[in-house]
Structures are given as C-alpha cells and as structure tokens.
T-cell receptor, first 114, second 114 residues
C-alpha cells in the first residue's frame, strides 16, 4: 500500500488521558501535514512538518498538543490530558518536496473522548 | 467572514445531470486551488488541482478558477450515483506563511440518485 497510512483508525480515551496518533507518509514524500475535522465543520490545518523540523504550527492549540516527525519512523500527533472537545477526526496528509500544495490524505483517526 | 465560503448544500440531482459546485474566497494570496472528494468516514481524495486562473479538464470533471472574481468551480458531467460524496474546495498560497497550508471550504454534500 503506497498511500498515506494512519493508525489507529479509531481511538477512545477518557478525559485526562493522552492520545497518540501516528502517520506514515506516502513513499517518497518528506512533508507531512495534520488537519482536524470537527463534527459539522470543515478541515482545519494544524501543523506542517518535514523530517525533524516543524515548518508551520500556526493551527495547533497552544497547550496540550504537540507534533513531531523524526528522522526514522512515522509522524506523531500527541494530545495530552484530552478533553471532550478534542473528539474529532484527525487527518494526516503528505506531499513531495516539489509540490507542497498537492497533498494526499490518509484515512484519518477518529478520536472519541469519554 | 471565512477565508473560503462554500455552500454546504445538500445538493440532490438525478443521474446524468451536470453538477456545478462553487467556492468563493477572500485571500488574494491564494494561488493553488484544489478539489477533494470525501466519502462518508473516509479521508479526502484529491480530484483536481489548478494553479492560478484558467480551466482544467480530467474526464468528467472540469475545474475553473477566476481569480479576478475570487471564484472557483467544479463541474461534473454525466453524474453517477458513485459521485455521491462531500466535495471540498481547498486553497493555498505560493509562498510565505500560507505555503503548504491548505484552507478548506466547509464542503458540499452531493447526492446523485438513480
């Protein structure tokens, strides 16, 4: 499967727990983006990363959220001390270094906070 | 005012109809314009990508961009029930803080009935 992979596909957490979402980009892609889709809302940009670098985190909430894309392994979106308002679908996208605007999305992780 | 406005619909058409989907935007820095299709509980799938103004055709799909009016369109000819999905317009700038960051419309829900 050469597409963007995300896991887990579904994640249930209780308030106060941590959520870790993983994303493996398409083969040959070195740029990763995270978006959040809240119920009845459109996709909202969160963060743009390259290997070992955060390029743009202007869409990330100031607290509890962090993202990384290490030299080896998948990109991780981490949400600490989750609250009910964090319940959403989180999508990862990837692109090549030449065409950042053509982004290919993964199937998403649906986070439910109880 | 949102940067990208898209009528959420829902839009219901008979099989074989021509479908017109539209978005308007306010940020004159946008240079790249995309259309995504999203089936229920799936990730967005890139359909069309256009740079600056003009038309682009791919099979039954035609994308139009009018930068002077800040207006983009997606036309679907000979619509099929399998086209039933949510259609999202997305845009990004050519550089600076908006490069690589897609701004989405809310999405239009389309149903094509046999």
């Amino acid at each position: 499967n050469a597409g963007v992979m995300q896991n887990p596909r579904h994640l249930v957490r209780r308030r106060g727990q941590e959520a870790r979402l993983r994303c493996s980009p398409m083969k040959g892609h070195s740029h990763v983006y995270w978006y959040r889709q809240l119920p009845e809302e459109g996709l909202k940009f969160m963060v743009y990363l390259q290997k070992e670098n955060i390029i743009d985190e202007s869409g990330m909430p100031k607290e509890r959220f962090s993202a990384e894309f290490p030299k080896e392994g998948p990109s991780i979106l981490r949400i600490q001390q989750v609250v009910r308002g964090d319940s959403a679908a989180y999508f990862c996208a990837s692109s090549s270094g030449l065409t950042q605007e053509t982004q290919y999305f993964g199937p998403g992780t649906r986070l439910l906070v109880l | 005012q949102k940067e990208v406005e898209q009528d959420p619909g829902p839009l219901s058409v008979p099989e074989g109809a021509i479908v017109s989907l539209n978005c308007t935007y306010s940020n004159s820095a946008f240079q790249y314009f995309m259309w995504y299709r999203q089936y229920s509980r799936k990730g967005p799938e890139l359909l069309m990508y256009t740079y600056s103004s003009g038309n682009k055709e791919d099979g039954r799909f035609t994308a139009q961009v009018d930068k002077s009016s800040k207006y983009i369109s997606l036309f679907i000819r000979d619509s099929q029930p399998s086209d039933s999905a949510t259609y999202l317009c997305a845009m990004s700038g050519a550089g600076g803080t908006s490069y690589g960051k897609l701004t989405f419309g809310q999405g239009t829900i389309l149903t094509v009935h046999p």
